[in-house]
Every structure is written in C-alpha cells, then in structure tokens.
C-alpha cells in the first residue's frame, strides 16, 4: 500500500477553504444591535444604518433592517431643519400612528407602509431627527429585495419629504435588508 503525504502548504489552503465554506450567508452583515429584547425576550437585530439615498433636499436620511421576533421592519433615520420657537421646533418632525411611506419601484408599482405609533423627533440646536420603523410582511420584502427603489415618499403631519434613489443606493439599501 501506498502511503499520500500532503504538503503543508495544500493543508493550510484545504483547512481556509473549509472555513469559507463554513461561513454563515449573512456573515458579511454588520449589525448596530444584535440582542434579545429586555420585556418579550424576542431576539432583536438592527442591522448597520445605511445612506442609501442620493438626491434629496439637503439632509441624508439613513435606512436600516430591523427584525423582532419573527416581525420584519423597514427602519428610517431622518432629519429636518427646524428653526424658530420651541414648540415649532418639537413639531417639526412629527410622523403619526399609522402614518405612510410609500415606496415606488422601476416597474412604476407602489408599496405602502404605515408606522405602528407616532414618532416626534428629538431636537438637537436646529435639526429634528426621528427613526420610524415600518413593518413589512414576506412579500414586501420581496419586493425591495428584487425590485430597484427608484423613491420614497415619507408623510409626516406637515410635509411629505421625497427621496430620490440612485442605483448605488438602492443596491445598498437591498444588502442592508437582506440581513434581516
């Protein structure tokens, strides 16, 4: 019988490739919170907020997957420019119960989501900025993972604020959500 010696070099190469192999799919998702909720005890994951919208009036809003339980969400950071008296600047970014984000795609069809409790965003100097959560059931989320968003459209209780995406943003925005 024959004895086959493997070089040391084959065996480390071998040994890399099985590790890569082994590598979970979503291993290349970054995640701001990964833990499990303090009073349900659903497992929560947040994944790494995102700039994914390249043309809008001035400030970035930034977009995030969230998923609790086995709730799927849409997240949004955005902000405004606020000035004048306090109370117009604590209502300068306010988004009701039940308020939409109405998602258009390249085909021309629309997707709307509604926030389950209103959001007030919170002031800092001349800028409000609020995170509304959007849930989203399988088939919604099927379609911003294949469809290209081409803009949202985000109403809050005194303006609609559009967003234009680019096509680096919207594939961002889709390995953002494939995360979750």
């Known amino acids: 019988m024959r ?6 070099t084959i065996a480390v190469l071998l040994a ?14 970054k995640f701001n919170v990964d833990t499990v909720h303090s009073r349900t005890g659903e497992k929560m994951l947040w994944t790494k907020w995102n700039t994914f919208v390249l043309v809008n009036r001035g400030n970035f809003p930034l977009g995030s997957g969230v998923s609790i339980g086995d709730q799927k969400y849409f997240a949004m950071r955005v902000s405004r420019d606020v000035s004048g008296s306090k109370a117009e600047r604590d209502s300068g970014l306010v988004v ?4 939409k984000l109405l998602i258009k795609f390249d085909d021309n069809s629309i997707v709307e989501l509604h926030s389950e409790e209103e959001v007030t965003g919170d002031v800092h100097g ?5 995170i509304i959560k959007y849930p989203m059931d399988a088939s919604v989320l099927n379609d911003l993972l294949k469809k290209r968003i081409l803009n949202i459209r985000l109403s809050t209780t005194n303006e609609d604020m559009d967003y234009a995406f680019g096509k680096k943003g ?8 494939a995360c979750i």
Do not use: Y
């Not at 004895?3 to 040391?8: A, D, G, K, Y």
């Not at 009701?96 to 308020?99: H, I, K, S, V, Y």
């Open 96 to 99: 009701p119960a039940n308020g």
């Open 16 to 29: 890399i490739a099985m590790f890569f192999t082994s590598v979970p799919a979503n291993a290349k998702c």
């Open 3 to 8: 004895t086959v010696r493997i070089r040391p």
């Open 126 to 130: 001349r800028t409000s900025e609020a």
């Open 170 to 177: 919207a594939k961002k925005m889709q390995k953002t959500l």
